[in-house]
């Protein structure tokens, strides 16, 4: 399936080389390879090249740091393009650090970039997705689910193996889907989730349930959180969101018209308040609205619907988001 949407965190430029994850000594090999890179991340957070808030960030990706012990070391691949830290082909590894080592390498230079990491390049952005997924996968899923047994790393931190009886954990992906609900008036609806400020929206998204389709899980979560029922899902891209590891796949659908008259019905839990907006509300109220960042998939489907970009309130006096 082609991607119809321009999504920042889809794109990569690393080749994850996954037939290196077996062999021996592959670290060691690493180390001594005077191309190899290291990629470190403290609590989902990372270092930049410059600040965070540039158009353009950069990771700092780094020689093998001599006086850094990892908490957990993973080999992420080789590079496909080179720039201004990496040769083509040079291999990427992940060090996870502790707190006390993130501070004694930087007490103020450590960032987050959900919000502001959507001018990553391919290559920054494919790394920054798998590191980050990867590390919240190793903090959350330490022990074996059968025994509890703390779990040993393996196959270059691609699988934790359970030392009792060697029953293997693979890296977890939580698929949720993501859509943009359009009624016979070509309006989409948007909603608002009670911890949020009063104009921020965005579109509905609910996680993929056990035995279910992703159509199957659009219509499901359309009518649970929103009283809509859907027809004719369409597909219209995915990226990953590691936050902690999920792949957002994002549809467009549009109302049953044999239930066009219905009363909106927001569940109250998740989502607080729904409201249907045209394309002339969104250029109204733009410079009051709230919406999701540009890294974000939600951002770029309303955006799709609505036929060019949106400055909103969410970006007045910023870069990025």
């Known amino acids: 399936m082609d991607q119809l949407l321009n999504l920042p965190m889809a ?27 290291y990629l470190l991340i403290n609590r989902g957070r ?33 590079s496909e393009v080179a720039d201004q830290s ?12 502790e707190d006390s080592t993130a501070d004694a390498i930087s007490s103020d230079g450590w960032h987050q970039l959900r919000r502001t990491g959507a001018g990553l390049s391919a290559l920054h952005a494919g790394l920054y997705t798998q590191a980050l997924a990867l590390s919240n ?23 934790r193996v359970c030392p009792q009886d060697s029953h293997q954990v693979f890296p977890r992906t939580d698929p949720a889907i993501i859509v ?12 608002s989730q009670g911890i949020w400020e009063d104009n921020r ?39 990953a969101w590691p936050f902690p590891y999920s792949l957002m796949v994002g549809f467009t659908a549009k109302v049953d018209p044999a239930f066009a008259d219905a009363d909106l019905a927001p569940d109250g ?18 410079s009051s609205l709230l919406l999701p960042g540009r890294m ?18 969410t970006e007045l006096g910023q870069i990025g988001s």
């Open 11 to 37: 794109r990569t430029a690393i080749d994850r080389d996954y037939l290196a994850r077996v062999q021996p000594g592959l670290f060691e090999n690493l180390a001594s390879t005077h191309s190899t890179r």
């Open 46 to 78: 990372v270092l930049l090249d410059g600040p965070a808030d540039q158009a353009q960030p950069r990771l700092h990706l780094v020689e093998r740091p001599i006086q850094v012990e990892p908490i957990v070391e993973v080999y992420l691949g080789r």
């Open 86 to 97: 990496i040769e083509a082909g040079a291999a990427v590894v992940l060090w996870v650090v």
């Open 137 to 159: 996968w190793h903090e959350t899923h330490q022990f074996c689910p059968r025994c509890g047994t703390l779990t040993n790393i393996d196959q270059a931190g691609w699988v």
């Open 180 to 191: 943009s609900v359009i009624d016979q008036h070509d309006r989409i609806l948007l909603g």
């Open 201 to 239: 929206w965005s579109i509905l998204a609910g996680f993929v349930e056990p035995g279910e389709s992703l159509t199957a899980a659009v219509r499901r979560e359309m009518f649970e959180e929103a009283g809509v029922r859907v027809v004719q899902p369409e597909y219209l891209g995915s990226q």
């Open 269 to 286: 839990d998740e989502i607080e308040k729904l409201r249907w907006f045209s394309r002339a509300d969104i250029e109204a109220e733009a």
């Open 296 to 313: 974000s998939i939600s951002r770029a489907i309303i955006e799709h619907w609505y036929g060019s970009e949106i400055v909103s309130a």
